[in-house]
């Protein structure tokens, strides 16, 4: 993936998240589901925040962020603050 896909999928991921919350409210879908869904798409966003982040870092020290892949959601999770 390069900067502009990470950062489109961030863009949908967003856009997700406003729907499911608008469904929310309405009462199209119940709060069970909506929390699945965001737990999911929380973890797929930190993801793709850290990838970005690791790539820019990358490049701006004069390296390729080619090769700078999208960690499993268990170690970007496990970060601190």
Avoid: F, H, N
């Amino acid at each position: 993936m390069d900067q502009q896909q990470i950062l489109a999928r961030i863009a949908e991921m967003v856009d997700a998240e406003k729907t499911l919350r608008e469904s929310l409210a309405t009462g199209a879908i119940d709060e069970a589901t909506e929390r699945a869904r965001l737990g999911d798409l929380e973890r797929e966003l930190d993801q793709c925040w850290e990838l970005l982040r690791r790539r820019r870092a990358k490049e701006a020290s004069g390296g390729e962020p080619a090769p700078v892949r999208l960690r499993p959601a268990p170690r970007v999770e496990s970060y601190e603050a």
